[in-house]
């Protein structure tokens, strides 16, 4: 009988688009992207019940739910952890809260990067929220604190870690016009934070949240909280 804890469901909805992926067995992957012409609303739960279709699962057989909780959209993160929220409980799964950039940094390893790789998330205003990585012998090494800084200012990482630090993240697309050509840029591959890597990430991840407490991390504070904080 198949160990239970080796069927992830994964679940990434920090843009406009998404995507959604299931481990079976720990070695059978199954993927869907969601379509950028609808909201991840109407189109998680359908892509999921594809999934559970497609691998021939029941929900009730699902062991581990992945889910990135952020930096990312502000109402594409409520929709991806709610969802992730009520399936595991409904089928008893642990559930598993991984952020973009530890994501995007185990992709990085997976294709091969080594040394050092400046993550960055578009946080509107001409910001972005950055967190840097090291890729070596086979493990992510997180180098930094999650910090908001003008897309300019991003650049100068370079001038830290030298000019074989690889950039990567959905702020490379947001800001393409602005990008240094001398930057050198992972692949687009690793633009975003792909669901299907955060289900290889949580294969040997044990529960580190609980369905009460995860949260998503947000790119800002949310309007009315910032004028809260202002008054």
């Not at 199954?30 to 992207?33: A, Q, V």
């Given at each position: 009988m198949t ?20 481990f079976?067995?720990g070695d059978?992957l199954?993927?869907?992207?969601l379509?950028?012409?609808q909201r ?25 739910v ?7 959209s502000?109402?594409?993160?409520r929709v991806?952890?709610?969802?992730a929220k ?18 995007i ?30 890729i ?14 003008p897309v300019?200012?991003w650049?100068?990482?370079?001038a ?7 950039y ?11 990008r240094p050509a ?13 669901a299907i890597i ?7 991840r ?11 991390i ?7 909280d910032?004028?809260l904080?202002?008054?």
């Open positions: 160990d239970k804890f080796t069927n992830i469901l994964a679940i990434e909805t920090t843009d406009k688009s998404g995507s959604v992926a299931l079976k067995g059978v199954f993927e869907r992207t379509p950028t012409v991840s609303a109407q189109t998680l739960a359908p892509a999921i019940d594809e999934l559970l279709q497609e691998s021939q699962l029941q929900p009730m057989e699902i062991g581990k992945a889910v990135i909780t952020g930096p990312g502000f109402t594409g993160l991806g952890i709610v969802t009520m399936f595991a409980y409904a089928v008893g799964a642990e559930i598993i809260g991984l952020s973009t950039f530890e994501v940094a185990f992709g990085g390893l997976l294709s091969g990067i080594t040394g050092e790789i400046s993550i960055g998330v578009d946080a509107q205003r001409g910001d972005v929220v950055v967190q840097d990585w090291r070596e012998s086979g493990q992510c090494f997180c180098l930094s604190e999650i910090i908001m800084t300019n200012d650049w100068q990482n370079s830290k870690y030298g000019k074989n630090l690889t990567a993240g959905p702020a490379l697309r947001h800001f393409s016009s602005k001398t930057l050198k840029v992972a692949d687009e591959s690793l633009f975003d934070p792909r955060a289900a290889k990430l949580a294969k040997n044990p529960q580190n949240s609980n369905i009460w407490t995860i949260a998503p947000y790119s800002r504070p949310v309007a009315a910032e004028k904080s202002k008054m």
